[in-house]
């Protein structure tokens, strides 16, 4: 009988230590579909949506699910926030006042390629288990000065009940919509009400200490990762310990930074405080595992532990030059990234011909949005004065006035600020290869080398392509290196002439010097040369130098 027994009780536990699943609504049909939560129609969208569970204890909310009901593989930074609430409905408020108290539970970069229900695995989140109610809070950062023109929408559902529990801001300027007040849903005759969603939670046994909340893990560099949460309501302290595999023991007892918990995990942080940079010890391209606990005096008492992980940058770039040519087959390179419109990997195009591959930004089929090609963080502390070159080819459709943008960064990547912008149309400097109504395919000659310097403290940089449906842009040979002058060869074969230079001046010794392939004209110069120390000559393949007189290299 006593056997009996024990197996009941450990099948009773088992039970409440099982993730549960509510989708709410419980029951019925969508209405239709809409773009929020995660609308991309402008250049940055918020959305805030009430719902009721029904859960009267404390649960611990680890993922959040949406369904997709027109699928598209834009890619899109995303926020995503909970906060507790005994609110019946919404009120027309400012962003910035709605987010108030929120707990922000994903931060990242998500797409919605393939329809039905796409789950998103969050920081944990803890109901107070007073309320019944949460509001899901959702940013749509697609960025740039206009929304995408195709993106994906998820079913929702517009009844009498769902009144006045959907709210959205929606905008080209994301510091305007923190003031700008909400438009409410308010029912089937107005606009669209909640999308459906579904929660997984765990039930938090009454009587336990409640864990920490939103526990999120984010990189910070190649050897860095910052954590951050919330403290519970009773304001315990926070204990933290970290593994190279997700496995960890359960703590028992007293710990201090070091200390090693049975069963794995090695304490790295034990206090008051709701945040912790880890930054000993760390590798680059390395993922690391976090668990952290709220730690109850005097005993101590444990609570349940909530889970995060992240992956520490790529090893800084510090060796230049630095050329990314496109052509492994994996895309994007490695430690390069994608955002908004995917930017895909083009094969048999190649800078001037030379090489089997380039990137390509698919204004042709792609009516209107971002293409965004992030780089790997750098470390330009080297050069003296650090550029970014690259090769393009570009033809418009017709008069369709595609763009190229350039843009910085020296917080690596949280912001941007932009440093030049290349128009396309018929004589913009981005192109090329003129109009042509076929998918436009460059020749050797139908390319252009640009050069560009970057601000002091850049570590990152963007390439974003903004289409208006005219023709394909491919870019090639991205380099990273120190300030150079460039042969174009555009008037004639005398290295003299600072027309056949970009920038236009004659090279003086102060700077390096690259001949790229494909110029009209190759270079000429009837006097000796001489490189100095630091200095580079580049010839690209194909490419040459006609030198008459001594070379000396110093």
């Known amino acids: 009988m006593k056997r009996v027994i024990l197996i009941i009780i450990f099948s009773f536990i088992a039970k409440l230590l099982l993730p549960s699943t509510l989708v709410i609504p419980t029951s019925g049909t969508p209405t239709g579909n809409q773009p929020q939560p995660f609308g991309m129609s402008y250049a940055y969208e918020r959305t805030a949506s009430l719902y009721s569970t029904g859960l009267t204890a404390p649960v ?132 669209p009400c909640r999308p459906k969603i579904q929660l997984t939670y765990t039930t938090i046994t009454t009587g336990n200490t409640i864990p920490p909340s939103g526990f999120m893990a984010n990189a910070f560099s190649s050897s860095q990762i910052n954590l951050n949460w919330v403290k519970n309501s009773a304001n315990d302290n926070v204990m933290v310990a970290y593994n190279t595999v997700n496995s960890f023991g359960t703590p028992s007892g007293t710990y201090a930074t070091g200390n090693a918990i049975s069963g794995g995990g090695t304490v790295i942080y034990n206090g008051s405080g709701t945040t912790f940079s880890h930054a000993s010890g760390l590798s680059p391209s390395t993922t690391y595992y976090y668990k952290a606990w709220s730690v109850q005096s005097p005993t101590p008492t444990y609570s349940t532990g909530t889970s995060s992980s992240s992956t520490t940058f790529c090893v800084n770039l510090s060796n230049f030059p630095d050329i990314t040519d496109f052509e492994l087959a994996s895309f994007p390179p490695e430690c390069w990234s994608l955002a908004g419109i995917p930017v895909t990997r083009a094969s048999a195009v190649s800078g001037y011909a030379v090489g089997t591959a380039a990137s390509i930004f698919d204004f042709l089929s792609i009516v209107s949005g971002n293409f965004d090609l992030i780089s790997p963080v750098l470390n330009l502390a080297a050069l003296s004065s650090p550029v970014v070159t690259f090769d393009h080819a570009y033809a418009t459709w017709d008069t369709q006035v595609d763009r190229l943008e350039l843009w910085s960064s020296v917080d690596n990547g949280a912001s941007y600020t932009l440093l030049t912008t290349l128009l396309g149309g018929l004589s913009g400097p981005l192109n090329t290869g003129g109009a042509t109504t076929s998918p436009f395919v460059p020749t050797s000659s139908q390319w252009a080398t640009k050069n560009y310097g970057l601000p002091a403290g850049t570590n990152k940089i963007m390439f974003r392509g903004i289409s208006y449906h005219g023709n394909n842009l491919y870019i090639d040979n991205i380099t990273f ?15 003299n002439n600072p027309a056949n230079w970009t920038p236009a001046a004659v090279p003086d010794g102060t700077k390096s010097i690259r001949i790229p392939t494909g110029t009209l004209n190759s270079p000429t110069r009837n006097t000796d040369m001489i490189i100095g120390t630091g200095k580079t000559l580049t010839i690209s393949p194909g490419a040459r130098l006609i030198l008459n007189g001594n070379l000396t290299i110093l």
Do not use: R
Not at 104 to 112: A, H, K, R, T
Not at 123 to 133: I, L, M, Q, R, W
């Open 481 to 495: 290196q120190e300030d150079m002058i460039l042969w174009n060869g555009s008037i004639s074969t005398d290295w």
């Open 60 to 191: 611990l909310i680890t993922s959040l699910g949406w369904y997709v009901g027109t699928a598209n593989a834009v890619v899109c930074p995303v926020k995503i926030y909970i906060k507790n609430t005994t609110s019946t409905s919404l009120n027309s408020i400012s962003w910035a006042s709605m987010k108030s108290g929120a707990t922000l539970v994903f931060y990242g970069i998500l797409s919605f390629p393939v329809s039905g229900l796409k789950i998103i695995d969050i920081a944990d989140f803890v109901t107070t288990g007073t309320s019944t109610k949460i509001i899901v809070l959702c940013e749509a950062n697609y960025g740039g000065s206009v929304g995408a023109s195709t993106f994906p929408s998820f079913d929702y559902y517009s009844t009498s009940s769902t009144a006045g529990t959907h709210e959205f801001w929606q905008g080209d300027d994301s510091t305007a919509l923190n003031s700008q007040p909400g438009v409410i849903t308010l029912g089937p005759a107005n606009y």
